[in-house]
């Protein structure tokens, strides 16, 4: 069974700039989460996807993140501008329906340096 | 905010040895979990137990939990170098608002 998809790995952008996260969780997971994690720090929750529904977005600032699940499945992060203080890995997770639906299993992580 | 506060902040043994790492919470949970790093990688789920349980084992993993003093601890027994990475325990409320709360972790050293 494939993992949890997130591309690019790795991104360095200069500030102002735009840029984009991509995730594709597990086949059949319902849940998709994405993460803020800085250097030194446990993952943050930034948002939290039921199918396609933001259940749970409270954590986002939404003056300039954006995130969309469309078709309940994959997932994009966007933030427009980038600033210097967000650089910091940014993780994908998911979860199932059924079983062991409170596990969540993580991607790698897209590694984010804004200059 | 961050619920879980790991203690030690950094732990290096010996291969062979045993490595104790705790956790303490502030609120009511319904779960607890424990997750380990390598470095430059995702986290992986290693255990996670109810609010109902007060132990959990896993292959070398030994997890406790004790709700009346809001803590839990990781015990890995007989460590490996591959044991070397961060580990954060993450706490989870449940219901309707079920989300993970990660701590800021610890990092494991195991030298061969």
């Known amino acids: 069974e494939a993992g949890v998809v997130q591309s690019p790995r790795y991104k360095i952008i200069e500030k102002k700039q735009p840029v984009a996260f991509w995730c594709n969780p597990i086949s059949g997971h319902n849940t998709l989460y994405w993460y803020l994690q800085n250097l030194g720090q446990g993952p943050e929750l930034l948002i939290r996807?039921?199918?396609?529904?933001?259940?749970?977005d409270s954590q986002l600032p939404k003056d300039r993140f954006s995130a969309e699940r469309l078709k309940g499945v994959d997932s994009t992060l966007k933030i427009q501008p980038a600033e210097l203080g967000d650089s910091a890995v940014y993780l994908c997770?998911?979860?199932?329906?059924?079983?062991?639906?409170?596990?969540?299993?993580f991607g790698p992580g897209t590694r984010l340096l804004v200059l | 905010s961050q619920q879980g506060e790991e203690d030690p902040q950094a732990l290096s043994i010996q291969e062979g040895e045993n490595a104790t790492m705790n956790c303490s919470y502030k609120?009511?949970?319904?779960?607890l979990q424990w997750y380990r790093q390598n470095s430059g990688r995702g986290l992986v789920h290693l255990i996670l137990i109810r609010s109902n349980e007060r132990e959990k084992h896993s292959g070398r993993l030994r997890v406790t939990l004790d709700t009346s003093k809001k803590s839990s601890s990781l015990l890995i027994t007989a460590s490996r170098a591959a044991d070397t990475a961060s580990y954060f325990c993450?706490?989870?409320?449940?219901?309707?608002?079920?989300?993970?709360?990660f701590g800021k972790g610890i990092t494991l050293s195991v030298r061969p």
């Open positions: 993450a706490t989870d409320v449940g219901g309707a608002n079920s989300k993970l709360t």
């Open positions: 996807y039921e199918n396609e529904e933001a259940v749970d």
């Open positions: 609120t009511s949970i319904n779960n």
């Open positions: 997770a998911s979860s199932p329906r059924q079983g062991a639906r409170e596990t969540q299993y």
